[in-house]
């Protein structure tokens, strides 16, 4: 199943007070490991940047001045995300500013299937903090990179914390190196796997249970 980690940045926080979209992310899973099938835009939101925006992202106005305008990008952004299931950490905040950006264009609102990681954290870890940081530290997922909020670089780490989040996994192996000389270059990274149960059938059942007995038998009488 093909899902699609998503994440944006604004002008503000409501769409109420006329903020906009300054960037999206998305990066594509398929049974739960990344295609490489991203979709990054920055956007130039036709208003100022709030202070407590600035903050949080450092996209200035001057910087978003000559990038390309929602528009410009909806078309390709809503067939990128066409019949996938959407991956967000507090989705209603996302949601709210895309299905404003599609309204202000006519367009209708989303209605993908969404998992909110947000939610799956707060019933997992019940009064501990579940922002994308903190559940990086408890995950010991790397979020050096993290400096300010970036959408691309927030999907990045979304995508191994929602896979946690599912129990799908341990932290990830992630092969950078070329030429591992030993064991001692891997000894730090984190190892990728899937859990999966396999139930015997009858005829397998049978046979372990004959080789049960005939083990008993020789061992203990």
Same mark, same amino acid.
């Given at each position: 199943?093909?899902?699609?980690?998503?994440? =944006?940045? =604004?002008?503000?926080?409501?769409?109420?007070?006329?903020?906009?979209?300054?960037?999206?992310?998305?990066?594509?899973?398929?049974?739960?490991?990344?295609?490489?099938?991203?979709?990054?835009? *920055?956007?130039?939101?036709?208003?100022?940047?709030?202070?407590?925006?600035?903050?949080?992202?450092?996209?200035?106005?001057?910087?978003?001045?000559?990038?390309?305008?929602?528009?410009? /990008?909806?078309?390709?952004? !809503?067939?990128?995300?066409?019949?996938?299931?959407?991956?967000?950490?507090?989705?209603?905040?996302?949601?709210? +500013? !895309?299905?404003?950006? &599609?309204?202000? !264009?006519?367009?209708?609102?989303?209605?993908?299937?969404?998992?909110?990681?947000?939610?799956?954290?707060?019933?997992?870890?019940?009064?501990?903090? /579940?922002?994308?940081?903190? !559940?990086?530290?408890?995950?010991?997922?790397?979020?050096?990179?993290?400096?300010? +909020?970036?959408?691309?670089?927030?999907?990045? *780490? &979304?995508?191994?914390?929602?896979?946690? *989040?599912?129990?799908?996994?341990?932290?990830? &192996?992630?092969?950078?190196?070329?030429?591992?000389?030993?064991?001692?270059?891997?000894?730090?990274?984190? /190892?990728?796997?899937?859990?999966?149960?396999?139930?015997?059938?009858?005829?397998?059942?049978?046979?372990?249970?004959?080789?049960?007995?005939?083990?008993?038998?020789?061992?203990?009488?």
């Amino acid at each position: 199943m093909k899902e699609v980690i998503l994440d =944006t940045e =604004t002008t503000g926080i409501s769409v109420k007070e006329g903020h906009r979209i300054v960037e999206i992310g998305c990066i594509e899973l398929e049974n739960l490991v990344a295609t490489k099938n991203n979709f990054h835009f *920055l956007l130039n939101p036709e208003r100022k940047v709030s202070e407590k925006a600035l903050e949080v992202h450092g996209y200035t106005d001057k910087f978003l001045s000559d990038k390309k305008k929602f528009k410009d /990008i909806v078309d390709d952004f !809503l067939l990128f995300i066409k019949d996938k299931r959407l991956i967000i950490h507090n989705a209603e905040f996302d949601l709210a +500013h !895309l299905n404003n950006e &599609l309204k202000i !264009l006519g367009k209708e609102p989303i209605k993908n299937d969404v998992i909110d990681t947000l939610i799956l954290a707060r019933d997992k870890f019940p009064g501990s903090p /579940i922002n994308l940081d903190a !559940l990086c530290k408890r995950y010991r997922i790397d979020n050096s990179k993290r400096t300010h +909020h970036s959408a691309l670089i927030d999907c990045e *780490l &979304l995508s191994k914390v929602y896979i946690n *989040l599912i129990d799908q996994k341990e932290p990830s &192996l992630n092969f950078n190196e070329e030429n591992l000389e030993n064991d001692e270059k891997i000894k730090n990274k984190n /190892i990728l796997y899937f859990k999966k149960v396999i139930t015997p059938n009858e005829k397998e059942k049978t046979k372990h249970d004959q080789y049960l007995k005939a083990s008993l038998k020789k061992n203990f009488f």
